[in-house]
């Protein structure tokens, strides 16, 4: 395998988002596209992927936690001009294999596809190109007896070439040498005045390189992203793809179309997902559960056979046969035990909940550990907070805490115990013990003639 060298480019504006942020810091399918673009790139070489940044560079360079080496284009004078300005890094021996940012759906196979056409057929370049029925956008591949004659950006096409389907789908690989030689060739004698890498090209043929187009039927991979329009469909496209992927693997998804699911998510098998759940970041979500509309669940870790109805689930982990919601709201580091159920208007925040306990409605709970068989009555708040401190609520296995009550932290309910309704309680409850902290009743009669 001769030695690979990447460069990614990802200095442009992206003019055409309108939109303060780098184009390639955009998200699709929760992920920043740069971000999908160095996936792709990561198991193909041992060389550190060269970015080259620009427009918002500090922000692009502070996504990225991965090795890779930076580069800064100071102005953005085109593509060309963009590895131009990587050329300290590129090697005089082996290969250089360019992408653009902004085309987050390409995978390591198509990479390594064009990469073995490129070695197979002993080529100088080998752009990879598509067939699209729609080609506005991109440079079409102009061809004379079916040999490669160049490429013609859609700003400079002739009525004639505006027909041509076959695209640069903006993925290449170069012979390292070839491409120094030929980049110290460019002009901007175009419509846009900018420094084409896709000319390089044609200065190589004139000069007795091999060029090679490698027809791809992949063509999703490729599709690029220059305005919001193009977002929202390359949204769809890996959504569906990370759908389809979800329901081979044995998920039910009831409208895949409404589902939205990020790339790293795990989820076991047999588990069913109604429209409208949002599944984000790092989540994995075992077997058997069942999670129904309006859900948005964000770096948890559910076990088997959880049921979640209309709720919100943050950071949090949930063991297994525990029932949430509706409309419960599971904040940070919360961790609820097996068979346990957190009901309708129920707030849990960094709470750790035992095993068989029930908080079956309107209650909050902060910064508390619960043991297991407890009952939280509706209604219970744990007053944490004192306006400057937050405090902490224990209460032990087995204990009743009746409707209504407020547990002024830092309290702590001991075993089996018992809280009046209505109580606020303020002070420690011993092991076995009932507590009520509540004013007595009084009944005035006759109060009505007065
Ligand atoms: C480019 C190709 C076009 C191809 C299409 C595929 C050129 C001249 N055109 O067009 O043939 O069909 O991609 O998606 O290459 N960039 C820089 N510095 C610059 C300019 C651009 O780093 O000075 C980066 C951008 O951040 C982007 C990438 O290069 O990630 C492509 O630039 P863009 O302006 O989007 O090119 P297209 O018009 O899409
Ligand atoms: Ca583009």
Redesign the pocket.
Known sequence: MVDLQVII??????TRMKSDTA??LHKVAGKEMILHVLDAVKNITNNKPCI????NADDVCNKINDDVCFVK?E????????VLSAIDYIKDEGNVLIL????PLITEETINLLLKYHDDNKLDVTVATMILDNPF???RIIKEDNKFKK?V??KDTTEEENLIKE????IYCFNASALKLSLSKLNNNNNQN?Y???DTLEILLNNNYKIGTMLSYCCND?Y?I?SREQLAHAEKLMRNKINKKLMDSGVTLIDPEHTYIDQEVQIGKDTIIYPNVIIEGKTVIGKGCVLRSNTRISNCIIKDYVNIDNSVLLDSKIDEKTNIGPFAYIRPNSDIGKNTKIGDFVEVKNTKIGNNTKVAHLSYLGDSELGENINIGCGTVTVNYDGKNKFKTIIKDNSFIGCNSNLVAPVTIEENSYIAAGSTITENVEKNALAIARARQINKLNWHKK
Do not use: P, S
């Open positions: 480019l990802a200095a442009g504006e992206g184009k390639v080259v940044v620009g427009h284009q102005e953005q004078l085109g593509t060309g001009h963009a653009y940012g902004d085309t956008g991109y440079g490429i950006e859609q695209v640069n789908t903006g900018e084409y890498l896709t490729f690029g220059n």
